[in-house]
């Protein structure tokens, strides 16, 4: 009997160790679970199961148990619902951690793999704001859906110590989860029009292009809770507006432009620091630095004011602000060895005593903290050379771009917007648009209040 006990525990162990050398290990940071591969998939859950019950409707499978706590994989639920009514049931799932003493609750019947716990499609109702980011500007897209993705994730800590954390993604939709939406003067949008305003965003830019790329997802930017607590009104475009701007007006341009004001010379300068070591008040411990001459710098020399000019090395007539830019371009002719106090914090707990808890003597510890100081070595420039960018009589001027004209369609109009599909309108040809997902956007471009 004893030695049966024994070599079955020792069998434990080398499944124990087999395991461990045949599951990898999963680095800190988020890892959804659909990303992963099946190995990986596996470690993700080693210590959970997936358990599902059938349900009557969505009301009897929330987004979270809330009275859950919060880092626990079992306070979500996930809700599968039947593809034909009336022939299939719904299904609301949970992890639980697969211990002897857990149990599982009513009606749960246990999975044979966690994948009906790390994803479900919900239902959302026709009041909730789906608010879409893009990849430039600000601007959020709001509209309606249907149902949502969402996926399960692991969040590994940093710190060993702590436990992983699990959550659900952000919503994950598709086009043909649309419902519509409301425009910003309070037209409702039908979900064809908004399908087709969404394939629009991709050719601008503003949307990445879902549809041929399989890594790419159209999700909403806030959790199904933060989405029901969201009062804010819901609209598809902020307004009907474009701010447009000429091309040739916000093309970036640094040039060489007559000043006055300027550093009388524009032979390169010289200047190179002096290295001096003392020793530090840590014992043995050297602390060196570099010192410069007064001036070590020429661009202190420089006293040049902003100027109105055009362009000189285009065609374009248009007057435009320049601002003052660095005059001289440093380079480093050589580099100094610098010494300098490494700080190391240091910590060793110890016992310092015992107390008496019942009829038991347990100890007492306290932590001895310090900091140890050893010597480091940085690599630092002791001679610059500085060569001035524009010959004397000019300076050099970074071209500020000047604001944009907000248009709104309508005849008779300064601007005349194009319409170029689905609630999308452009500016005219030579022009380019400020506005957050518009055709043609340059970042450049820029109205005050449209």
Not at 54 to 64: F, G, R, T, W
Request: proline fraction near 5%.
């Amino acid at each position: 009997m004893c030695f049966g006990l024994v070599s079955a525990v020792r069998l434990d162990g080398q499944l124990d160790d087999l395991a461990a050398e045949i599951l990898p290990e999963l680095t800190p940071g988020l890892h959804f679970y659909f990303r992963e591969s099946q190995l990986f998939q596996e470690k993700m859950v080693e210590n959970l199961v997936c358990y599902c019950k059938q349900v009557a409707d969505i009301s009897e499978c929330p987004y979270l148990k809330e009275e859950k706590h919060s880092r626990q994989p079992d306070r979500m639920r996930w809700f599968h619902g039947n593809l034909a009514e009336g022939k299939k049931p719904h299904y609301c799932c949970k992890l639980e951690k697969n211990a002897w003493y857990n149990r599982a609750g009513w009606g749960y019947q246990r999975q044979a793999t966690a994948k009906l716990c790390m994803m479900e499609v919900r239902p959302v109702s026709e009041d909730m704001c789906c608010r879409q980011p893009g990849y430039h500007g600000k601007e959020t897209i709001g509209l309606h859906l249907k149902q949502v993705t969402i996926q399960g994730y692991q969040q590994i800590p940093h710190w060993t110590w702590h436990d992983p954390d699990y959550g659900k993604s952000y919503p994950i939709y598709t086009l043909s989860d649309i419902r519509g939406a409301t425009d910003f003067d309070g037209t409702p949008i039908s979900a064809e029009q908004v399908r087709e305003f969404f394939l629009n965003k991709v050719k601008s830019g503003f949307l990445k292009d879902f549809e041929k790329d399989d890594s790419v997802n159209l999700q909403c930017s806030k959790t199904i809770m933060e989405m029901k607590e969201d009062k804010e009104d819901c609209r598809l475009r902020s307004s009907g507006a474009e701010c447009c701007c000429l091309q040739a007006s916000v093309d970036p341009a640094v040039r060489c432009l007559p000043a006055t004001g300027g550093s009388s010379s524009a032979e390169p300068v010289v200047i190179t620091g002096s290295y001096t070591e003392s020793q530090s008040r840590h014992q043995h411990i050297m602390d060196g630095m570099i010192g410069w001459p007064n001036i070590s710098s020429p661009e202190a020399s420089e006293d040049l004011v902003n100027v109105l000019s055009r362009d000189p090395m285009t065609d374009d007539q248009a007057t435009y602000k320049w601002t003052v830019a660095t005059q001289w371009n440093s380079e480093c002719l050589m580099n100094q060895t610098v010494a300098y106090v490494i700080g190391i914090e240091k910590s060793k707990r110890y016992r310092s005593g015992t107390r008496r808890v019942g009829k038991m003597s347990m100890g007492i510890y306290k932590t001895k903290r310090w900091t140890e100081y050893v010597q480091g070595h940085r690599i630092e420039c002791i001679s610059y050379k500085y060569t001035r960018m524009c010959p004397v009589g000019q300076g050099l001027y970074v071209k500020q771009f000047p604001e944009g004209t907000c248009a709104v369609p309508g005849a008779g109009k300064e601007l005349q917007l194009q319409k170029v599909g689905s609630l999308t309108m452009q500016c005219p040809e030579g022009y380019v648009s400020g506005t957050a997902g518009g055709m043609k956007f340059n970042p450049n471009c820029s109205c005050t209040g449209c």
